[in-house]
């Protein structure tokens, strides 16, 4: 057996449901693979997915693609190469308490931001408020990471950025009302958020096991889209006591399990659509035209 480490995004939620049914059903065990699962909450988020990655902690990150491009364009440039996309499309909002009163982006002028402090994040937001015609001079605050969708439930931020399918779920089933807006919806072309990331000197050194390790991934996540009960019992598991009484499983994964894509198409990267990213985040000013030329991504390990 080999064993490998992936460093999660967040705490345990449904958008690594692929992981733990393919650990709990074997599938990791018929690929010669033991998988260990980094949970962000062992340092209270003190080290970064990436960072794990870049200090050879995790053999695996998941991270926004963002991550991707800060790695290889950072002074100590590390190797990171984007491998496997959870979700197909971006399901995430910039959300705000109904109760605030913010009917649309340009509203938020001059109200509270609490910020993940993500590489471009607080330019996209502000970008996404310049474009429904406000001036984009919000307040930003940077709360500990983990309780971030805290601070917007008790008032301490007008708004933040949440995932549809996980604050949202959790929001419904509390009858928190919200409004919610698309970055598509605004005309910023985001990117996949979350990936796989690895190290590209490692995608050859251990091919066969990275190989083995996505395959079985793959085969985890596709599992949750056709087998919702077994699948929500093996997630609740894992998941935080908070989270199991707050949020309703069923709901989240029915939310998302068409994003997860088919057989065709899980985990798989399109192209056009990163090149649409970086190409906005070039106009924009926020990287140099060399990273279109970075190798960035692959699905090689899907083929």
């Not at 988020?45 to 053999?59: I, M, N, Q, R």
């Not at 330019?123 to 971030?148: A, F, H, M, Q, R």
């Not at 087998?227 to 199991?244: F, G, H, P, Q």
């Not at 192209?271 to 190409?279: C, G, H, R, V």
């Amino acid at each position: 057996m080999t064993t490998l480490k992936i460093a999660l995004d967040w705490t345990p939620n449904i958008n690594h449901i692929g992981f733990f049914i393919a650990q709990e059903l074997g599938y990791y065990k018929e690929n010669g693979i033991e998988l260990e699962i980094i949970n962000p909450l062992d340092d209270n988020y003190t080290l970064t997915p990436g960072k794990k990655l870049e200090l050879d902690l995790a053999d695996f990150a998941i991270a926004p693609f963002e991550t991707v491009i800060s790695l290889n364009n950072k002074k100590n440039k590390v190797d990171a190469i984007a491998v496997f996309t959870l979700l197909q499309e971006d399901i995430s909002s910039i959300a705000s308490l109904k109760s605030n009163d913010l009917t649309s982006p340009k509203l938020l002028d001059g109200k509270i931001y609490a910020s993940y402090k993500a590489r471009y994040e607080d330019k996209i937001v502000k970008e996404l408020v310049k474009n429904d015609g406000g001036s984009g001079n919000i307040k930003i605050t940077y709360p500990d990471k983990l309780g971030i969708w805290n601070t917007l439930i008790d008032g301490k931020a007008d708004a933040t950025w949440i995932f549809d399918n996980w604050e949202g779920v959790e929001a419904e089933g509390k009858n928190i009302e919200l409004n919610t807006w698309t970055l598509k919806d605004s005309g910023i072309p985001y990117g996949y958020s979350p990936v796989i990331i690895a190290r590209k000197r490692n995608l050859t050194k251990f091919k066969d096991e990275y190989t083995s390790f996505i395959k079985a991934t793959q085969k985890g996540f596709l599992f949750a889209t056709n087998n919702e009960n077994e699948s929500v019992a093996i997630l609740k598991k894992y998941l935080s006591v908070s989270d199991k009484k707050n949020i309703n499983i069923a709901r989240a994964l029915a939310v998302t399990k068409k994003y997860f894509g088919s057989i065709g198409t899980c985990g798989s990267m399109n192209p056009d659509k990163i090149k649409l990213f970086l190409t906005w985040l070039i106009d924009k000013n926020l990287e140099n035209n060399k990273i279109l030329g970075q190798h960035l991504f692959t699905n090689d390990l899907l083929e």
